[in-house]
């Protein structure tokens, strides 16, 4: 199976840089995912790590490390709008292509 | 068209009803899914669909039945559901391997069994 751990909730000020951390177990990693959700809306796509290294989108990062089964989501330049919960998924090739596993979420709170 | 469209938004049913949620997308992508999402939880995976076959049951309750018209349409059944079985459901679809898979998600049927 896979475990995934993130931390449950997070507070940061409107301008401010804050890492949303996720560790994971898994025996045959292939993914990860970060989706973002707003209270009562669907979760959109946010990025995708397969290798090693950072992604960076805009004001959105994330960082993959495989042998430490390991990621974070970097957020700068806090907004107000991104209060929401933060989900860690992983793909694990044992389980096949389709079936992503989700961490229990953290949910950001930004205060002015 | 970026868009997974589910319906209803908000149902609400007694536990000897039949109703069905619908979900549909014109992405062209060849998986779709249903997930079940309760408060403050992370979505969990009910079924997958793949090329119009059920490729994936997570161990889901019989009173769930899913069924995928074709490629575009995905349905979920519901009967003698319980009140714990009161939840958001989430439709998804995304394309097959080689692409990365990211799912897209519709925007739920919040379900309410009383």
């Known amino acids: 199976g896979q475990n995934i751990d993130q931390p449950t909730e997070m507070t940061a000020t409107e301008g401010a840089i804050v890492q949303i951390n996720c560790t994971y177990q898994?025996?045959?990693?292939?993914?990860l995912f970060w989706y973002q959700q707003h209270a009562g809306e669907a979760p959109t796509f946010l990025s995708y790590?397969?290798?090693?290294g950072l992604e960076e989108k805009g004001r959105f990062s994330s960082f993959l490390s495989r042998s430490k089964g390991y990621s974070y989501l970097l957020l700068k330049e806090l907004q107000m709008k991104d209060s929401a919960s933060y989900l860690c998924?992983?793909?694990?090739?044992?389980?096949?292509?389709?079936?992503?596993?989700f961490g229990t979420g953290t949910r950001l709170l930004v205060s002015p | 068209d970026t868009e997974v469209t589910q319906t209803p938004k908000h149902l609400v049913m007694g536990m000897t009803n039949k109703k069905s949620l619908k979900c549909e997308q014109h992405?062209?992508?060849?998986?779709m899914y249903w997930y079940k999402q309760k408060a403050k939880k992370p979505p969990e995976l009910m079924f997958v669909?793949?090329?119009?076959?059920?490729?994936i049951n997570e161990s889901v309750p019989s009173r769930f039945s899913p069924e995928c018209p074709n490629s575009s349409l995905l349905n979920l059944h519901l009967h003698a559901l319980q009140p714990e079985d009161s939840a958001l459901y989430l439709c998804?679809?995304?394309?097959?391997?080689?692409?990365?898979?990211?799912?897209?998600f519709g925007e739920g049927s919040r379900l309410t069994v009383l």
């Open positions: 998924a992983v793909r694990d090739e044992n389980t096949g292509f389709q079936k992503l596993v």
């Open positions: 669909y793949s090329y119009e076959k059920l490729s």
């Open positions: 992405m062209g992508h060849r998986a």
């Open positions: 898994t025996s045959g990693f292939n993914g």
């Open positions: 998804a679809s995304s394309q097959e391997a080689p692409g990365t898979g990211e799912l897209f």
């Open positions: 790590n397969v290798l090693d």
